[in-house]
């Protein structure tokens, strides 16, 4: 069984900086595709952020320059490294990743709980 826990959400004024970290755990032999999403009230959920095995990113328009996605693979670890935040970025932000668990090499989808972003203004 796979696990992914979420850390650093919290409560930051206009402008600041938020670091969100997402660790996998379990039977893992291999992650593809690492991402986050977030959810606003109200409004569906949306892709953020995405980065494949080789390190390839790519960001919502209305986060390019402001976010950056990393990942440390002996860590089994997804980063979203979140500046000059502004109210609307305000939401549950969750982790989702793509990753082989089995011998069988099949890809298997795995979510993380949330953890909330609130950015006053």
């Known amino acids: 069984q796979v696990q992914l826990v979420e850390s650093g959400g919290g409560l930051v004024q206009a402008g600041g900086s938020l670091r969100l970290s997402c660790a996998a755990s379990?039977?893992?032999?291999?992650?593809?595709?690492m991402s986050w999403y977030r959810q606003a009230p109200g409004k569906q959920r949306e892709l953020v952020a995405i980065?494949?095995?080789?390190?390839?990113?790519d960001y919502a328009d209305s986060v390019k320059g402001r976010f950056t996605i990393s990942r440390d693979n002996a860590k089994n670890t997804v980063y979203l490294q979140m500046n000059s935040l502004k109210p609307e970025d305000t939401g549950v932000y969750s982790c989702?990743?793509?990753?082989?668990?089995?011998?069988?090499?099949?890809?298997?989808?795995?979510w993380g709980q949330g953890t909330q972003v609130t950015v006053s203004s």
């Open positions: 980065i494949d095995a080789n390190s390839g990113t």
């Open positions: 379990g039977t893992i032999f291999g992650i593809n595709v």
């Open positions: 989702w990743i793509q990753a082989q668990t089995t011998v069988s090499g099949r890809l298997y989808q795995y």
